[in-house]
């Protein structure tokens, strides 16, 4: 090796310790940043729009902790988040994770957005010397560079959000992520604690916003301290003000004449005055970003309170950028879009108007949807203890939920006419991983029986076990070696049409490190058409067949987490179709009272005739002559006598419901 060569060596093994002089992100992607033919509609260096500068700033920013957008399309967000991944690299070697909302998507974000990066910015050979891809180390999921690392994944799976430290966490279209990560919680929450511990923690988050009311980068916006829009001056009267859609009844906005786009300008909230995209292009380079309290941010990125004077940044900013803000789009197309839109909505169609309004506007979307309101289930609780079945109730049956940290059980009974009770809602603090805590904890609490109101105690006759978490081979051996108590493995099944008692298979458990082939029945519910039944009945509003009966015992929590999800009408691939969705993260007792209505169906309650419930209601209610007189004392012979004409009155097709007279008493 000559001498040149081993100097070159030398200062590329130093690089790592120097400390390089302060930059800013706009600075940076200013002198290094291009624009990759792949990847861009114009190939070459990086110029930014006037309103990108502040958001790189802050992305930046090592007092700025949280950076959200919630933005429309062609504003730039990729290439800003691209320029900031090769600033962190290069300028500032932190450490970094981007979770894109599938493993394709992430997939393609490496192969068109950052490998081209790599490739054309001359800068990132200094800090990714393997730039043409001859490292194993720097694969679609992970890039090794000098002095810090970078990670992209798909977000769908909680194990992305695991086993990684990092100073910056990005999450890419947010909205376009589960609500709930596997049960563990928000992809954005899960990708917070990767930056714990970190001296400069960095979090960056931005999307397209979708349904109002489940946009999380919507309610990421409204947790910021401060939110700003970029405010530009009028080109007539000189009065700052953001650019915006306005309406028909508003004085401000984007404003035409007879339905001709070719008119379109913005009217100026403060004189009123009609100004052209042209116009506006002349003076956005005078633009500022500023928040609802005054504060506003300078060409340097600093921020400003309403006197001027300099302070210090807030931990977490929000940024709202819209498509009329981008010379890529003609404000004419804009208007063009808007009213072939506005067109197919009077017809019925309002896809394309959704699509205006969340790509175009920035805005969430307010989708008519089917729900039930808590408030209005909570006054129709009734003076009935929890843990004692009230009259009409015959048979009980459970769901259980499994979380990380416990276990929540609802039990649920039922009476003539699939009428319901909830008798008791638990949630159990316990080490689901831990087998011994099922049976210690979960197992106890379903074997106990519950005191009815005509005198007898009742078992639970069927539970639904969730398996479909992180502890299913727990779930899964708890489930069968109870099979005899009919305690089931279950797994939601989301596709429409799907009945509440799905297929069934055999499913290999790992026991104790050995695997059981084919140990455990595991069984399908179908989870939108048990919620649709579940909501149907929530509306029955007369006590009788099918209405639902809630104790006063019970928490706001379990309303709130009954009527957690909405039903929507979106587009699938095989046409609109109703989907049940999340407005919330905790839906612990939806999910419990889907599978107690499940095991309720195992029972075959929901084939009952009128016979086979006067049998029932025979041997768990029996009838009282005299009003005056206490519940007649159940003698040990008789209920097996009782019992074992009831079982012969409602027999059945399997050989399993032989027992459930047996376990009446």
């Known amino acids: 090796m000559d001498l040149f060569s081993i100097q070159k060596a030398i200062r590329r093994g130093l690089k790592s310790l120097e400390a390089p002089v ?27 729009y006037p309103f990108q500068n502040a958001i790189m700033d802050a992305f930046g920013n090592d007092d700025v902790e949280v950076v959200v957008m919630k933005k429309s399309a062609r504003v730039g967000y990729t290439k800003m988040l691209v320029a900031a991944i090769g600033y962190f690299a ?17 997939d393609e974000f490496v192969k068109v957005e950052l490998d081209t990066m790599l490739r054309d910015v001359p800068v990132m050979q200094d800090v990714f010397p393997t730039g043409k ?5 720097n694969t679609l999921s992970a890039k ?3 002095g810090s690392r970078l990670y992209i994944k798909g977000g769908k799976a909680a194990r992305s959000y695991r086993r990684i430290s990092v100073d910056v966490a990005i999450l890419d279209e947010l909205d376009g992520f589960d609500i709930d990560i596997e049960k563990e919680g928000s992809p954005d929450k899960l990708a917070g604690k990767r930056t714990e511990g970190a001296i400069f923690p960095k979090h960056i988050m931005g999307s397209t ?6 946009s999380r980068i919507e309610a990421r916006e409204q947790q910021c301290d401060l939110r700003f829009l970029f405010h530009i001056p009028c080109p007539l009267c000189d009065e700052r003000h953001p650019l915006q859609w306005g309406g028909k009844d508003k004085r401000y906005g984007m404003k035409w004449i007879n339905r001709d786009p070719e008119t379109v300008g913005h009217a100026c909230p403060h004189c009123g005055a009609l100004y052209t995209q042209a116009e506006y292009l002349s003076v956005w380079e005078q633009g500022k970003w500023i928040a609802e309290d005054g504060t506003w941010i300078d060409a340097e990125g600093k921020f400003h309170d309403v ?23 003609t404000w004419v197309q804009i208007v063009r879009d808007y009213l072939g839109a506005v067109e197919k909505a009077r017809a019925g169609d309002t896809s394309e108007l959704k699509t205006f309004t969340n790509t175009t506007l920035g805005e969430t979307w307010q989708e008519e949807v089917e729900k039930t309101e808590v408030d209005e289930l909570e006054k129709r609780a009734e003076k009935y203890r929890l843990r004692t079945v009230p009259m009409g109730g015959l048979i009980l049956t459970a769901g259980v939920d499994v979380q990380s940290n416990r276990f929540e059980v609802v039990v649920w009974a039922t009476g003539r006419g699939e009428e319901g009770w909830v008798v008791d809602y638990q949630v159990i603090d316990a080490n689901p991983a831990d087998e011994r805590e099922w049976e210690e904890k979960l197992d106890p609490y379903l074997l106990q029986r ?33 099979a005899r108590r009919r305690i089931y493995a279950v797994k939601g099944e989301s596709r429409q049409g799907q009945p509440v008692k799905g297929r069934s298979s055999l499913q290999d458990v790992n026991v104790k490190g050995s695997v059981l082939k084919r140990g455990v029945r595991l069984w399908m519910v179908g989870t939108d058409t048990a919620k649709d039944l579940i909501f149907g009945r929530l509306k029955v509003e007369m006590p009788g067949p099918g209405y639902m009966h809630f104790s006063a015992g019970l928490p706001k929590e379990f309303y709130e987490q009954l009527t957690a999800e909405v039903r929507v009408l979106q587009k699938t691939a095989h046409g609109e179709q109703y989907r049940w969705v999340k407005r919330q993260q905790r839906n612990e007792a939806l999910d419990c009272t889907v599978y107690a209505l499940f095991a309720a169906h195992t029972l ?7 016979r086979m419930w006067a049998k029932l209601e025979s041997v768990v209610c029996p009838p009282i002559t005299d009003m005056f007189a206490p519940p007649p004392e159940v003698i040990e012979e008789q209920p097996l006598e009782i019992k074992a004409e009831f079982v012969k009155v409602i027999e059945v097709e399997k050989p399993a419901r032989k027992n459930l007279g047996r376990r009446l008493a």
């Open 22 to 48: 302060p930059q800013r992100l706009s600075e940076w992607a200013a002198e290094n940043f291009y624009l990759s033919a792949e990847s861009s509609y114009v190939e070459g260096a990086w110029k930014a």
């Open 450 to 482: 519950f005191s009815h109101a005509g005198g007898q105690s009742l078992a639970i006759e069927a539970t639904g076990i969730d398996t479909g978490g992180h502890f299913t081979h727990q779930a899964y051996n708890f489930c069968r070696t109870r």
């Open 144 to 146: 090794v560079f000098l």
């Open 90 to 106: 290069h300028h500032k070697r932190r450490n970094q994770a981007v979770w894109q909302p599938t493993d394709d998507d992430a």
């Open 604 to 610: 075959d309650l929901h084939k009952y005739t009128d």
């Open 307 to 329: 006197h001027d004077e300099i302070i210090i940044p807030p931990r977490a900013v929000a940024f709202h950028v819209w498509t009329a803000y981008s010379p890529q789009a």
């Open 133 to 137: 891809g001859n490292d194993k180390r």
């Open 209 to 214: 916003p979708k349904l109002k009311g489940f």
